[in-house]
């Protein structure tokens, strides 16, 4: 089977990472990975339209529940979020963009240069820090291994 090299364009985006044996959803006869958008979706987009606790997912930081964790967020909370404009999004023809976890996001640091990864970006994880969950997990591109955690109405940048 063909696998994508880190840094290429593939499938509307920019290969950001390939599942390595070990990873969740690793399978050595199908490659899987990450790809990240080649554009921010947003500069101003707040995590959900209030503070409260939507989602309740404690775990969702590791790599593998961005899907779940976007998709959770959109069932409590579908007003303009950033869950919503990154499965919005289309990049490629592709629809299948979603809202990344805490460790999904820091994988996209190896190719900060390409794809213009800078700033201030919502993940999908709630932060577990937080009782009840009243706050949401960002990452900062000059800290990438920190957790930050702010209010859910809170606008910072995005990117899926």
Same mark, same amino acid.
Request: charged share 10%; no cysteine; proline share 3%.
């Given at each position: 089977?063909?696998?994508?090299?880190?840094?290429?364009?593939?499938?509307?985006?920019?290969?950001?990472?390939?599942?390595?044996?070990?990873?969740?959803?690793?399978?050595?006869?199908?490659?899987?990975? @990450?790809?990240? *958008?080649? +554009?921010?979706?947003?500069?101003?987009? %707040?995590?959900?339209? !209030?503070?409260?606790? =939507?989602?309740?997912?404690?775990?969702?930081?590791?790599?593998?529940?961005?899907?779940?964790?976007?998709?959770?967020?959109?069932?409590?909370?579908? @007003?303009?979020? *950033?869950? +919503?404009?990154?499965?919005?999004?289309? %990049?490629?023809?592709? !629809?299948?963009?979603? =809202?990344?976890?805490?460790?999904?996001?820091?994988?996209?640091?190896?190719?900060?240069?390409?794809?213009?990864?800078?700033?201030?970006?919502?993940?999908?994880?709630? *932060?577990?820090?937080?009782?009840?969950?009243?706050?949401?997990?960002?990452?900062?591109?000059?800290?990438?291994?920190?957790?930050?955690?702010?209010?859910?109405?809170?606008?910072?940048?995005?990117?899926?």
């Amino acid at each position: 089977a063909y696998t994508p090299a880190v840094g290429e364009s593939y499938r509307g985006g920019i290969v950001a990472y390939v599942l390595q044996s070990g990873d969740p959803g690793y399978e050595a006869s199908t490659p899987h990975g @990450i790809i990240a *958008a080649t +554009v921010d979706q947003s500069t101003s987009t %707040g995590w959900a339209s !209030t503070n409260a606790t =939507l989602t309740q997912l404690n775990n969702g930081t590791a790599l593998g529940t961005g899907l779940a964790n976007t998709n959770r967020i959109i069932a409590a909370d579908a @007003i303009n979020n *950033a869950a +919503v404009s990154a499965t919005a999004y289309n %990049g490629g023809g592709y !629809t299948d963009w979603y =809202l990344p976890s805490q460790e999904e996001i820091r994988k996209l640091y190896g190719i900060r240069s390409i794809i213009n990864f800078s700033g201030f970006y919502w993940t999908s994880s709630e *932060a577990i820090s937080s009782s009840p969950l009243t706050h949401a997990v960002y990452v900062r591109t000059d800290a990438i291994n920190s957790n930050y955690d702010i209010g859910k109405k809170y606008s910072t940048s995005t990117y899926y």
